[in-house]
């Protein structure tokens, strides 16, 4: 989604706002800008690209100033264009605006501004922003600019406006906004990797919190005008990891990082899942709520945690939580999965949960996210910052802890804790086939549909599978069912169809053979993976045999990403920015 960053002190600001614009173009981007303030005056520029070729198009970083602001969109709202980048900026080019999120009462906002004379440049919803700031701005008081502004506002959203005196300004209303506070001055972000680089000192703002930062140094409101005091907290990731290292892309990086994740899986969170099994056990029902590969996720976290610890689950998508909202109640407890903790439809189901009563626990990569903050009890993945668009090691962390609570639940007869250096050899028995992998990549370029097949807890691997192949390489990819594969969906099956048979030595073994015969026959190319040959296969992806056979999620999911990731690169796709995605989708 939208990146925003601003910066206020001592040094000059355009470098340093290109330099973060960089380190969050992570999350998704179209197009990029800069605003400064130099000599009482608001100097934007802006253009359609990454941030490097905007930068360097515009001279980006040489624009002069110690105030500024800057951002890289990611569309919702109008097309991407120029006129549409932020930053926005009124019809006396006193203020300028960056902003992320939707404000949902635009069109009437934009109507009344309009009719008071207001001319606006771009199609967005973020621009009615700087002209309600603009229309307040008479007296020049920024506080009261910005509360009248904000009280006009629908929507979840937090945006950064500078000042032509020098000022910078901050609002948050159901979207993040960080303060990074730095020797002789101050950032303002929606992400830390904004300034991490600089400082590892943040202050996280609360909802409806408005931050000023003048030359009297930094104040926080909250909407009402009040005196806020929001404590400094350090944060802990380390810049390094944001580097590729060896590797060419973050994504091959992430992938490889796996056997090692699994080695160390559960270790400092081992205290906090003893509390979460605990509320987890007494609960009527645990409803698990994810989205997109997080969603995977739950999908095994419901099969283990009914299978092994007798726990009543039911999952539900987090975007369509609130049309299911019916059996939930204040005895339930919604656990919620996220690798960002930001992702609009889980803050949106954890916040519908709250307020009928459930406990909120939640599983999360960034402890100082919104949703980490809204629960009850949280648990962290450790797995660093993820870069890559797609997620790869946040999922492989993701099950590691559900695997660790699930055996918890049972009195440890899954042995998690003591397969867990298993399986991270077979993990890296796995990677160890790239070259292969990479072969069976060049084959399937040219396919237009591939299937991927899985029974029980296969199939929510099939379907992460499938999803970061359409992610990766543009290619159509579908997970199903194996089962259900002859109610239907063979009518699909022809020689130009590729089939992925997830297929482990365990008893979905023997039925999905029967289906791999049943596509065998109507011509199509099957690929198993699998820990047994079998002629029906055309290619084998090699899986080690695993002492427990209920493990096989973790490493079979590792084969499909280097799969997507290698599809990603023969189709000349940049595998760490596949187009219309974000990382953090802040957006419902
Ligand atoms: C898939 C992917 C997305 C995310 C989804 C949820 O590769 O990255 O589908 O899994 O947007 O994101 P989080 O886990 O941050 O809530």
Redesign the pocket.
């Known amino acids: 989604m939208c990146s925003i960053i601003g910066y206020k002190g001592q040094l000059s600001v355009a470098p340093l706002l290109v330099d973060s614009l960089k380190q969050m173009e992570y999350r998704g981007y179209d197009s990029v800008g800069i605003a400064v303030i130099n000599n009482g005056k608001v100097i934007t520029k802006k253009g359609v690209g990454n941030v490097s070729d905007v930068a360097e198009k515009f001279d980006l970083g040489i624009m002069p100033g110690h105030t500024g602001i800057g951002h890289t969109r990611w569309a919702t709202h109008g097309r991407v264009t120029e006129e549409n980048a932020h930053p926005h900026y009124g019809c006396t080019n006193s203020i300028a605006i960056v902003h992320n999120g939707v404000i949902e009462n635009h069109h009437e906002l934009r109507d009344e501004l309009m009719g008071l004379g207001h001319i606006f440049k771009s199609d967005t919803d973020s621009e009615v922003i700087v002209h309600l700031l603009e229309s307040y701005y008479a007296k020049k008081d920024i506080k009261k600019t910005t509360i009248e502004t904000c009280r006009r506002l629908t929507g979840a959203y937090a945006f950064v406006a500078a000042f032509e005196d020098g000022s910078i300004c901050g609002s948050r209303c159901d979207q993040p906004l960080i303060i990074g506070s730095v020797d002789r001055g101050y950032f303002i972000s929606s992400d830390v990797l904004g300034f991490l680089k600089y400082t590892d000192k943040a202050i996280f703002l609360h909802n409806r919190d408005i931050a000023i930062i003048d030359s009297n140094a930094l104040q926080i409101f909250d909407f009402e005008g009040n005196a806020v005091n929001r404590e400094t907290t350090q944060v802990a990731w380390e810049v390094s990891s944001l580097d590729k290292g060896k590797y060419a892309f973050h994504t091959l990086k992430e992938i490889h990082e796996q056997p090692a994740l699994v080695k160390k899986a559960g270790i400092k969170n081992s205290n906090k899942i003893g509390e979460f099994c605990n509320i987890l056990k007494n609960s009527r029902t645990v409803y698990i709520t994810?989205?997109?590969?997080?969603?995977?996720c739950a999908l095994i976290a419901k099969y283990l945690l009914s299978n092994f610890a007798k726990i009543h689950c039911e999952t539900i998508v987090?975007s369509e939580f609130q049309y299911t909202l019916d059996g939930v109640d204040n005895s339930s407890v919604l656990l919620s999965?996220?690798?960002?903790?930001?992702?609009a439809?889980?803050l949106e189901a954890v916040r519908a949960a709250k307020r009928i009563g459930s406990k909120i626990l939640s599983i999360?990569?960034i402890p100082t996210s919104s949703?980490a903050r809204m629960s009850d009890s949280f648990l962290e993945l450790e797995c660093g910052p993820e870069v890559g668009?797609?997620?790869?090691k946040?999922?492989t962390a993701?099950l590691c802890l559900i695997y660790a609570i699930a055996d918890r639940l049972c009195d440890y007869s899954l042995g998690f804790q003591t397969n867990k250096i298993f399986l991270a050899e077979a993990s890296r028995e796995v990677l160890d086939q790239e070259t292969e992998i990479q072969t069976i990549a060049s084959k399937l370029r040219q396919a237009r549909d591939i299937y991927l097949l899985g029974r029980s807890v296969h199939y929510p691997i099939a379907l992460?599978g499938a999803?970061?192949i359409k992610?990766l390489s543009y290619i159509h990819a579908e997970g199903i069912v194996a089962g259900e594969l002859k109610h239907g969906p063979l009518a699909l099956i022809d020689k130009n169809t590729y089939v992925i048979i997830l297929n482990p030595d365990d008893r979905t073994h023997c039925d999905n053979i029967v289906s791999a015969r049943e596509i065998k026959t109507r011509g199509a190319t099957i690929i198993g993976i699998s820990n047994k040959p079998d002629d029906a296969y055309d290619m084998l992806l090699k899986l080690p045999s695993i002492k427990k056979n209920i493990f096989y999620p973790i490493i079979e999911v590792l084969p499909l990403q280097i799969l997507a990731y290698y599809l990603a690169l023969v189709k000349n796709i940049d595998p760490d920015y596949p187009r219309s995605?974000?990382?953090?989708?802040t957006v419902k």
Do not use: P
């Open positions: 994810a989205s997109g590969t997080s969603y995977h987090s999965i996220s690798q960002s903790g930001e992702t439809d889980v999360v990569n949703l668009v797609a997620a790869t946040s999922l993701q992460e999803l970061k992610e995605l974000a990382k953090s989708v």
